[in-house]
DNA sequence: ACACAGTACGACCGATCGTGCTATCTTGTC
DNA sequence: GACAAGATAGCACGATCGGTCGTACTGTGT
């Protein structure tokens, strides 16, 4: 979109710089905003960017937010998912759900998980933004299928376990933590879901009971 | 508010009917369009009612919203937690979540679960609004709590069973169930859901294993 | 030197927001 | 039937919404 296809054509780095900006700003607005009440005269007082310098980067309010999203995600692959890649099977698995809660704990963004908000609020109301949504929920429990099959491979988990279901439950802990703590403003939320994790992996291990 | 303090005079009965009316309809559209999504005039044109003819029986908007709150957590009470507790015990805990289930999965509201989506909605924003839906959901973790704690004094569940961390999971469950729903449109995730509430409870029954 | 793409601005549009004020019906009481 | 009060509509307000102008400054390529 930027680029104008000359390879020698070097691009300007402010306007690039300035939309990131933006963006960042965004993504930590609609965690507390929603992704429909950022508007774009908050985000440009937010940001110290005029209205329309604001709107020089998009299209239309639902780009933006498209945009918003994509940022999103890259932020949660970078500061969740790949920590956590640096262990294999069980451990990964048991990394992911960590640094899912400490993502929340520290408040990384104000109001919690990105996703979990967007979720919530896009849920009802199908569309594209929607669909994006929807699919980073799909990838994020792929990621946490993927880690627990790999875990079963190697005989950290019982082989009758139902990975299905395990990951339901454990995607379920931690945005209830999200939520709860978020809500509550109650860091033992967080270790509750940290007890309830530890539980529900501990009867899995191949040779409990 | 409304009552003028002379004892003899009577309240006619269409301005009750007609606040009910638009209640109802506000608790409906705030589980698609959100508290603060959902705005007067909309409101206005979704009951047939005039803007003023709307706003005549509050005297703000967030009087209008903890209005909406109150008159989801009957619902919720009536729908939800009354009808679960005509069994007693663990039965009753297991009617909890399911009645839960169908709740979501009929599409009582459009948006599903009222409360889910104002938590996720109002989590980073303190007010009174917040402080209410809070408060509500506290109290749906005490009634499972309760129920939690009667099927362990019936003998129904382990003596060593950690109630807190069980109804934590419970909830999650139930709450994971919904957001999917909502988000993916499947029927399947509630089933999933009702797989692992059976499975966390299984784990719990006096002579497991 | 000059044209042009990228960047950002202030002004403005119609629509809708929450919120008042007033007029007009309707209904129960005397 | 008069009258007080309840219920609702009509209308208008200032603010903000998403969005579109025209414009001006700044580098880069020819």
Excluded at 30 to 48: C, H, N, R
Excluded at 77 to 83: A, E, Y
Aim: aromatic fraction near 6%; charge should be negative; glycine fraction near 8%.
């Amino acid at each position: 979109m930027t680029t104008t296809g000359n390879a020698t054509r070097r691009t300007r780095t402010d306007g690039e710089r300035t939309k990131r900006h933006i963006l960042e700003t965004a993504v930590r607005l609609a965690t507390i905003e929603g992704l429909d009440g950022l508007s774009i005269g908050k985000l440009a007082s937010a940001t110290g960017v005029s209205k329309s310098g604001v709107y020089a980067h998009f299209d239309s309010k639902e780009d933006l937010q498209l945009a918003t999203v994509e940022t999103a995600r890259t932020l949660f692959v970078d500061d969740v998912v790949l920590p956590a890649f640096e262990a294999d099977g069980l451990k990964r698995l048991i990394a992911l759900c960590e640094s899912f809660l400490s993502y929340v704990e520290n408040r990384t963004l104000p109001g919690g998980c990105f996703f979990a908000a967007a979720a919530a609020e896009l849920g009802g109301r199908p569309g594209p933004l929607r669909e994006r949504v929807a699919e980073n929920q799909r990838d994020w429990i792929g990621v946490l299928t993927e880690a627990a099959e790999a875990a079963k491979d190697k005989g950290q988990l019982r082989t009758d376990t139902d990975v299905a279901t395990l990951v339901f439950e454990l995607n379920a802990l931690v945005i209830a933590a999200n939520t709860g703590f978020i809500l509550h403003d109650d860091p033992a939320i967080i270790d509750q879901a940290r007890t309830a994790i530890a539980r529900v992996l501990s009867a899995t291990r191949p040779n409990a009971d």
